[in-house]
Every structure is written in structure tokens, then in C-alpha cells.
């Protein structure tokens, strides 16, 4: 089993085990009111160790999707409000997550 802990997101040069990089805590976004709302799309994107192949996102618990390494890019078609975006990994090891909040506005 591993020994590996979540470590904290003060350092901005590594990664720990996992960290959401884009979009950051407490973004804000606004509907563009030219676009459908079904055509707005937010990109996710996170960092994770070199073991972390594939990632499992949500967005207010709800898992929206799975994205490979490097990057884990996952579009999202935002609603709006306030919303809890998680990224979070797993094996028979290790559970490794993080979380942040963002808001959608028109």
C-alpha cells in the first residue's frame, strides 16, 4: 500500500498528488448572452503525480466525466450559481482528490 498523503496546494512550482490547476478557486464566470447557454463550455484541467492515468471529475458531487493524463481536460457546460468542481483519483491504494468552488453568473 502506499504511504503517499494529500499534501497542501501552497506550493505553486510541484504538484502534490492531485490539484486542480484551471479553472482556480473562487473563479467567477459570466453567461455570454450572445451564446446558448447549451453551447457555453467551461475547460477543467489538473496536475497530478505520474501515477495518476485517469481522473473522475464532478461538479457538485455529480460525476460529469473521466480524463486521461496529462492535462485531464473535461469540458462542462455551466449552470448558474455557486458549484463545488472535484477531480479525484483512486486505486487500490489510495483515494487522492481535490476540491474547489466556483461561480456561474449571467
Same mark, same amino acid.
Given at each position: ?27 467567477? !464566470? %459570466? ?9 457555453? *463550455? ?6 497530478? #503525480? ?21 492535462? !485531464? %481536460? ?9 458549484? *463545488? ?6 486505486? #487500490? ?14
Amino acid at each position: 500500500p502506499s504511504s503517499k498523503t494529500p499534501s497542501s496546494k501552497s506550493s505553486s512550482t510541484n504538484y502534490p498528488l492531485l490539484t486542480i490547476t484551471k479553472p482556480h478557486q473562487g473563479d467567477s !464566470f %459570466r453567461l455570454d448572452p450572445l451564446v446558448p447557454d447549451e453551447n457555453e *463550455q467551461i475547460i477543467f484541467e489538473a496536475r497530478g #503525480d505520474s501515477n495518476v492515468e485517469t481522473v473522475q471529475w464532478s461538479v457538485d458531487g455529480k460525476v460529469i466525466g473521466e480524463s486521461p493524463a496529462p492535462d !485531464f %481536460r473535461q469540458k462542462w457546460a455551466p449552470q448558474l450559481g455557486k458549484h *463545488q468542481v472535484g477531480v479525484r483519483f483512486s486505486s #487500490d491504494e489510495e483515494i487522492i482528490e481535490d476540491k474547489i468552488w466556483i461561480e456561474i453568473t449571467r
